[in-house]
Structures are given as structure tokens and as C-alpha cells.
């Protein structure tokens, strides 16, 4: 059965308003998420420390992202740090934060791990369980709260 050019148009501005419509609803503003785990130390993998990170979701797909620096014992905001605005787009399954050519990190929407890619390393940061979705109004109270849990656990396994 032959579609006559009137049908046609109407499958096509059908197709074109539901993905639309899908793509409105992948504005994120509003949500965080907040990720901490005790990892190997940069420079040298028998010294753990911990590694704590949050993503700020604003509007126009842009993001802020925080990080612990256990050196100075504060919570910092890269966007001011490195000088470097954060951006990302969304799918139906991962979340993809850009920041530098070249440089992405690669969010799955379902169990929350977090990978790393640049052209010359693919590394999982943060595995499943290790992040938590949060309101955006409470991301910092959310970090000092992880930052404690992580830190006594460290602790905890310390035997002086």
C-alpha cells in the first residue's frame, strides 16, 4: 500500500515532535551526583587515599564539577581550578561530560559507573556504587558527608 505525500508528512512531523520531545526530558538541571571511593595514590599505589568527586547538572547542558583535595582539606571547584568550562550531552543510557579536546568522562546512566577516556587511556574512576544521585541544593553538605565516611574508613583499617 502506497503512502500518499499528505500521510508521509504527517509520520514525519509525528517522528520529528516525539524526539522532541525525548530529548527535552534529558535536561538535567537541578540533579547531581556524588561519588566517593578509597583509590591508589597517583604516584604510589600502596598509599590510599580518597577520592571524591561531584557533578552539578545546570542548564544549557552545562555542569560544574567538584573535587576533595585531601592535601588541603577542601572542596574545590575544577570549572575555577583548571580554568575550563564543563559541558554534556545525554542518550537514553550514558551521560558524556566534555571538558578538553580529546578528554571526556562517559557516566552510565543505569549503574552510575564513571569512566575516563582520552586518546590514550580508557579507566573506570568510579565503579557501580560508588556515586549517588542528589539534589543539587545539597551537593556540598553531600561531599562533607561522603568525604567523613570515606576518610573513617581509611581510618578503620589502619592499625596505628
Request: with cysteine; proline share 1%.
Amino acid at each position: 500500500m502506497a503512502l500518499t505525500i499528505k500521510m508521509k508528512f504527517v509520520i514525519f512531523v509525528i517522528v520529528i515532535l516525539l524526539s522532541l520531545n525525548i530529548k527535552a526530558q534529558e535536561d538535567l538541571s537541578g540533579k547531581s551526583i556524588v561519588c566517593g571511593a578509597i583509590q591508589p595514590d597517583f604516584f604510589d599505589n600502596k598509599i590510599k587515599i580518597a577520592r571524591i568527586e561531584a557533578f552539578e547538572f545546570l542548564t544549557n547542558n552545562k555542569l560544574k564539577e567538584f573535587f576533595y583535595s585531601s592535601e588541603e582539606d577542601s572542596i574545590k571547584l575544577s570549572n575555577k581550578q583548571f580554568n575550563r568550562d564543563y559541558f554534556y550531552e545525554t542518550d537514553l543510557s550514558k551521560i558524556i561530560i566534555y571538558y578538553e579536546i580529546g578528554n571526556s568522562q562517559i557516566i552510565n546512566r543505569e549503574t552510575l559507573e564513571i569512566t575516563y577516556v582520552s586518546e590514550k587511556l580508557t579507566k573506570v574512576q568510579f565503579k557501580q556504587g560508588d556515586c549517588r544521585v542528589v539534589k543539587s541544593e545539597n551537593v556540598i553538605n553531600e561531599m562533607k558527608k561522603t568525604i567523613i565516611e570515606i576518610v573513617n574508613e581509611i581510618r578503620g583499617k589502619n592499625q596505628l
